[in-house]
C-alpha cells in the first residue's frame, strides 16, 4: 500500500516448467496447488492463455476461490480482437471476450491488457474507434484496461491524448522493438518488465530493482517518474493509482525471484 494506493509486482501464468522442483515451487507440490502457492508469494499474475483462447466461466470461479484476499489476475486480450489489420473493426471479438465469464474473477479482476502487434502503426481514427469499444464495466464489474503498443509512430501526443480521453492506461513495456512510452493516461499504471538476465538470481540487479520501484512509487503517488521519455503534454498531478509490475520475459525461470524482490524493495522503501 502506497497512499491508499495498492502497488502490485507480479509474473505471467503460474504453469512454467522451470519454476518446479525449488527453483520457486518446492520439491513434490502438485501442479494442481501451483497457483495457491504464487499467489501466496506475489501480487498479482497476468494470463496470457486469454489472448489464445476463450475460458470458461469455472476456470475464472476456481482462480478466484484458489487465491487469496487482495490478490488480481490481469488478463491479456483475445488475438482475434488485437490481431486484425483495422482495430476499429473489433467489436464482436471485444464483447465475446468480456462476455467470456471473467466477471467471475468480482474484485480480483485486475485490468485487462490489449497487446497491439509490434508492427502496428499509430493511426489516430482507428485507435480512437478501437478506445471507444472497450467497455467501462460488464455485468455490473468495473472494466480497467490497458495497451501495449510497439511501433515508434505511437510515440506521440495526440495518442496520450486519446489514451487519456479514454482512461485507458498506455503500458510502460521494456521490450525491444516496442515504444517507450511513459505517460500517465489513467488512474493506475502497467509496467511489464522484460530484461531480466539469468546470471542474476533476483532477474534484476539492485540498481535494476531499485529504478523500477521509483517508478511505482511515483506512478502511484500521482507523480511522472524523472529520466523517462514522454510523448504528450504532462498531465495534472492526480491522488495517485494502484500500480501492476509484471515481470514477464527475458530470463522468465527468474521472474518469480525478480517479482519477490521488487516487493521487498517496495516494502523497505515506507
Request: glycine residues 10%.
Amino acid at each position: 500500500m502506497r497512499n491508499g494506493m495498492t502497488i502490485r509486482t507480479g509474473i505471467g501464468g503460474w504453469t512454467y516448467p522451470d519454476w518446479r522442483g525449488g527453483t520457486f515451487y518446492p520439491e513434490g507440490l502438485r501442479q494442481a496447488d501451483e497457483l495457491a502457492y504464487a499467489s501466496q508469494h506475489i501480487g498479482a499474475i497476468e494470463i496470457n492463455g486469454t489472448f489464445y483462447r476463450l475460458q470458461k466461466p469455472e476456470s475464472f470461479a476456481r482462480w478466484r476461490d484458489e487465491t487469496p484476499e487482495g490478490f488480481v489476475f490481469t488478463l491479456k486480450g483475445s488475438r482475434f480482437v488485437t490481431n486484425r489489420r483495422d482495430l476499429s473493426e473489433a467489436g464482436e471479438s471485444v464483447a465475446k471476450f468480456v462476455g467470456q465469464g471473467l466477471v467471475e474473477l468480482g474484485d480480483k479482476l485486475g485490468p485487462l491488457l490489449w497487446q497491439l502487434a509490434k508492427t502496428k502503426r499509430f493511426d489516430p481514427d482507428e485507435i480512437r474507434a478501437f478506445l471507444a469499444l472497450l467497455p467501462a464495466e460488464h455485468e455490473g464489474v468495473r472494466l480497467r484496461h490497458a495497451i501495449e503498443v510497439g511501433h515508434e509512430s505511437f510515440a506521440c501526443a495526440e495518442f496520450v491524448d486519446l489514451a487519456r480521453a479514454a482512461s485507458v492506461a498506455i503500458v510502460w513495456s521494456e521490450d525491444e522493438g516496442r515504444a517507450e512510452i511513459a505517460d500517465r493516461t489513467a488512474d493506475f499504471a502497467y509496467l511489464r518488465c522484460q530484461k531480466m538476465r539469468s546470471e542474476c538470481p533476483t532477474g534484476y540487479d539492485d540498481e535494476g530493482l531499485d529504478r523500477i520501484a521509483a517508478m511505482c512509487l511515483a506512478w502511484a503517488d500521482g507523480q511522472a517518474p524523472q529520466d523517462l521519455p514522454y510523448a504528450g503534454e504532462p498531465a495534472a498531478r492526480e491522488a495517485g493509482g494502484d500500480v501492476f509490475a509484471f515481470m514477464i520475459n527475458g530470463a522468465k525461470e527468474r521472474a518469480p525471484a525478480a517479482a519477490m524482490a521488487l516487493a521487498e524493495k517496495l516494502r523497505g522503501s515506507k
